[in-house]
C-alpha cells in the first residue's frame, strides 16, 4: 500500500459524534474515512423527534437532523464506507482497521460506536424480541394501539418513552425497581399527570411471556413483600440503561467499570492516536449536544496529534 492510501483519519461510527468528527476533520483537509455500519445517523434513526438541540425552536425531527449532520460533513469531502468495523491493530503507528470486507490503514483513529439498550436478561425475553418485546417506543408504539404495554425502567429514557407511548396505548404501566423516578423533575411531572400511565414501585420483571402470536402477559415480583403478580400486557419496552459498542476494541484500551472508554478532556483514549467520541464514552450526559460537542474535540486533537508526529 502506498504512503497516501493510508488515512490521516478514520472514524467509526456514523451518528452525530462521528459526522461532527468527520465535519471537522474534513474541514481542515485531514485525508478522512467515516465507517458506518448500519444507516448513517446512529440511535437518531430509532426515534422520532429531537426537541432539545439548539437552533431549532420547534424541534427537528430526528432523520431530518442526521442528514443535515450527514451533508455539511460531505460537503467538505468527507469520504465514506458502509461496513462493520470488526477489529483493530494498534500495535503500530499507523493502524489497521479491520472491516468485514478488507482493511484499511489509518494514522489515528476515532471510536464513536455509541452504544445499544440493556437486555433484562429475564425468560421470555430474546423470545419475544418482534413479538412485543421492544427496546424503542418511536419504532414499534404504533402497534400497540388501544393495548396496554408496560415499561420498565425509571430514568428518562423510560419516562419518556412511557409518555410517548401513551399515543397509541390505552393504558402504560412503569415497572420500576425503586420508589421513585430518576427522570428529570419536568418529565417526571408530565408522567404523572398524565391520566394513562400507572406505576408500580419497588418491583421487578421476572418473566415476560407469550407464545407465537405475541406477548400476553409479564410475571412481576414486588422486592418488599415478595409476592408475584401475573401483569397482563400484550407489549413491553425496555428501557434500563446503556451499554456501549467496544467489542471489536483490543481490551487494553481502558475503560470504565461499566465498559465505556475513558479519554481525558481532549478525547484521547488510554493508547496514543486513539480518540473516543459520543456515547461510547464514560461521562454522565449522553445527548446529541454532548456527542457533537465531542466529536469536534475529538477531530481537532487529533490533528494535533498528527502534526506533533510530523
Ligand atoms: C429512544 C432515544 C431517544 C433519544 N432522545 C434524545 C433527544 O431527544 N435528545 C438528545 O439530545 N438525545 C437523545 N437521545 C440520545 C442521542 O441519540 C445519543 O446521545 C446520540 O445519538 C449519541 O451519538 P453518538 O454519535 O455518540 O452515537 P450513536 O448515535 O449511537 O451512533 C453510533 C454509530 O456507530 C455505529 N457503529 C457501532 N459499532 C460499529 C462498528 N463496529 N462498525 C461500524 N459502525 C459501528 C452504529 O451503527 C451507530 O450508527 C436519545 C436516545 C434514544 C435511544
Redesign the pocket.
Known amino acids: 500500500m502506498s504512503a497516501d492510501e493510508v488515512y490521516d483519519l478514520v472514524i467509526?461510527?456514523?451518528?452525530?459524534?462521528?459526522?461532527t468528527a468527520g465535519l471537522y476533520a474534513a474541514r481542515s483537509r485531514l485525508k478522512t474515512l467515516l465507517?458506518?455500519?448500519?444507516?448513517?445517523?446512529?440511535?437518531?434513526?430509532?426515534?422520532e423527534?429531537?426537541?432539545?438541540?439548539p437552533g431549532f425552536p420547534e424541534g427537528i425531527s430526528?432523520f431530518a437532523l442526521t442528514e443535515l449532520f450527514s451533508a455539511q460533513a460531505f460537503r467538505f469531502g468527507l469520504e465514506s464506507r458502509n461496513?462493520?468495523?470488526?477489529g483493530l491493530d494498534l500495535t503500530n503507528s499507523v493502524k489497521t482497521v479491520h472491516l468485514a470486507d478488507g482493511q484499511v490503514q489509518a494514522r489515528t483513529l476515532i471510536v464513536?460506536?455509541?452504544?445499544?439498550?440493556n437486555k433484562l436478561g429475564v425468560p421470555g425475553e430474546a423470545e419475544l424480541i418482534g413479538r412485543g418485546v421492544s427496546y424503542?417506543?418511536?419504532c414499534d408504539g404504533p402497534f400497540f394501539r388501544d393495548q396496554d404495554v408496560a415499561v420498565i425502567g425509571g430514568g428518562d429514557?423510560a419516562i419518556?418513552?412511557a409518555i410517548y407511548l401513551t399515543k397509541f396505548a390505552r393504558k402504560v404501566i412503569v415497572i420500576h425497581r425503586r420508589d421513585s423516578l430518576r427522570a428529570v423533575r419536568v418529565v417526571q411531572e408530565q408522567a404523572f399527570h398524565n391520566e394513562k400511565i400507572q406505576f408500580r414501585w419497588n418491583t421487578l420483571v421476572t418473566e415476560i411471556r407469550g407464545d407465537q402470536q405475541g406477548v400476553d402477559g409479564a410475571l412481576l415480583k414486588d422486592v418488599e413483600t415478595q409476592k408475584t403478580e401475573h401483569l397482563p400486557v400484550s407489549g413491553v419496552f425496555v428501557f434500563v440503561g446503556?451499554r456501549p459498542?467496544t467489542?471489536?476494541l483490543p481490551a487494553d484500551l481502558e475503560r470504565d467499570k461499566a465498559g465505556f472508554l475513558v479519554t481525558d478532556q481532549e478525547m484521547a483514549c488510554s493508547l496514543p492516536g486513539v480518540f473516543a467520541?459520543?456515547?461510547?464514552r464514560s461521562k454522565n450526559l449522553?445527548?446529541?449536544?454532548?456527542?457533537v460537542g465531542?466529536?469536534a474535540t475529538a477531530a481537532y486533537n487529533a490533528e494535533r496529534y498528527l502534526e506533533a508526529q510530523a
Do not use: H, S, W
Open positions: 467509526v461510527g456514523g451518528g452525530p459524534a462521528g459526522f465507517v458506518e455500519r448500519l444507516g448513517f445517523g446512529g440511535q437518531l434513526l430509532t426515534y423527534k429531537v426537541d432539545n438541540y430526528a461496513a462493520e468495523v470488526n464513536a460506536t455509541g452504544c445499544a439498550p424503542c417506543a418511536v429514557t419518556e418513552e446503556m459498542n467489542g471489536f467520541a459520543g456515547d461510547v449522553r445527548q446529541i449536544a454532548t456527542a465531542d466529536g
